[in-house]
């Protein structure tokens, strides 16, 4: 008859090994195949005006938000989707109508708009960004810069049909 000793480092072995394989499910999020779609950040909804104009440049400039557009599952690029940026600035708080405009994406997905610079308000530098065309799901982004000495900004969306 064959004896099994149970020390302290078989059980151990065994334990990490049983995490390893089997719990791994249990300690990662749920993804469907492909691309997961963003998620609303808190407080990116925050001053929003709904359909504010699309514009070149927002104020006098010199800081640059940027980022892309794709789809949910696959990741193709989305064109022609309308961001709303809005930011508090060196010439104007985040509620006030000169410090919103919004862009279109171009072929690749890809967004730029110039604005002034971001300056910090509660205490943080940060934009506001949102989709808002209808035909995905609304997303309100809030992208927290490092420093307020930071002269662009980055958001990606990947967004979910409607």
């Known amino acids: ?86 930011a508090h600035t060196t010439e104007g708080q985040e509620h006030e109508p000169q410090s919103h405009g919004a862009t279109l994406t171009d072929k690749d997905g890809k967004f730029r708009l110039e604005m002034p610079q971001i300056i910090p308000i509660f205490g943080q530098p940060h934009g506001h960004l949102a989709y808002d065309s209808g035909e995905f799901k609304t997303v309100f982004l809030r992208p927290v810069m490092r420093s307020a000495k930071e002269t662009s900004l980055e958001a990606h969306f990947v967004l979910q049909p409607a």
């Open 1 to 86: 008859m064959a004896m099994v000793v149970l020390n302290r480092r078989y059980l151990l072995a065994a334990g990490g090994s049983v995490l390893a394989a089997g719990m791994s499910g249990l300690l990662l999020p749920a993804r469907a195949d492909g691309l997961a779609p963003t998620e609303s950040m808190s407080g990116g909804a925050n001053n929003y005006r709904k359909g504010a104009a699309i514009v070149d440049r927002i104020g006098k400039g010199g800081f640059w938000m940027s980022g892309t557009v794709r789809r949910a599952g696959d990741g193709a690029p989305l064109a022609g989707q309308r961001i709303q940026i809005w």
